[in-house]
């Protein structure tokens, strides 16, 4: 798990760095910069959260953080595809938010699969409501008797290494919009890649 951890936090050194070598560049008034700013800023909180919750052990309650993260990568990813054409439409939607348009499954799963996401990445993230609306719930006095109906939840590992993938993803997208100034995407996969003995 260590690894993993320390996966997750080279996200946040390189978009830092990154966005300090950029910042004079950044322009408030293009839609990319404001779009692509806002979603790496929510999925590298959305991370420092998880390792938290996984450190903790509380690696299913992660998930909606999972997911969260998950979405801004393939917005991002999806931006810098094109920037022209596709910011003001990200833009819109994040502007116009709610909770039951936020996260739209089929639209997700398609973009991950373009994206090159490894399925169990992509499942963690995106397959993963069950687990959390149902697992881990026999925590609570005479929970057992329900054992038969709950699920036992995604691991630490599992989360983490899923959150190493997302966050390259964060990072490719960052590159494509200002290459060479965000590496690491490559690096991260591999380090998720490792840790689950592929």
Do not use: Y
């Amino acid at each position: 798990m260590k690894e993993l951890l320390a996966c997750i936090g080279l996200a946040k050194v390189r978009v830092d760095a990154g966005f300090s070598s950029v910042g004079r560049r950044l322009s408030s008034t293009d839609p990319a910069d404001r779009v692509l700013m806002t979603l790496a800023a929510r999925a590298i909180s959305s991370g420092n959260a998880l390792m938290v919750l996984c450190r903790e052990g509380h690696a299913n309650e992660a998930l909606p953080l999972l997911r969260a993260a998950a979405e801004c990568a393939l917005s991002m990813r999806w931006v810098s595809a094109d920037a022209a054409g596709r910011a003001e439409a990200a833009w819109t939607g994040l502007e116009t938010a709610r909770w039951e348009t936020l996260w739209p499954e089929t639209r997700a799963q398609e973009r991950a699969q373009s994206f090159g996401v490894p399925a169990w990445a992509a499942d963690a993230a995106l397959g993963s409501a069950q687990d959390f609306a149902r697992g881990n719930a026999a925590g609570l006095p005479w929970g057992h008797v329900f054992s038969g109906s709950q699920l036992s939840g995604r691991k630490p590992e599992e989360v983490l290494a899923a959150m190493a993938v997302w966050l390259s993803l964060v990072l490719e997208a960052l590159d494509r919009r200002w290459p060479g100034e965000f590496p690491g995407a490559a690096e991260m996969r591999d380090g998720a890649r490792i840790s689950r003995g592929q």
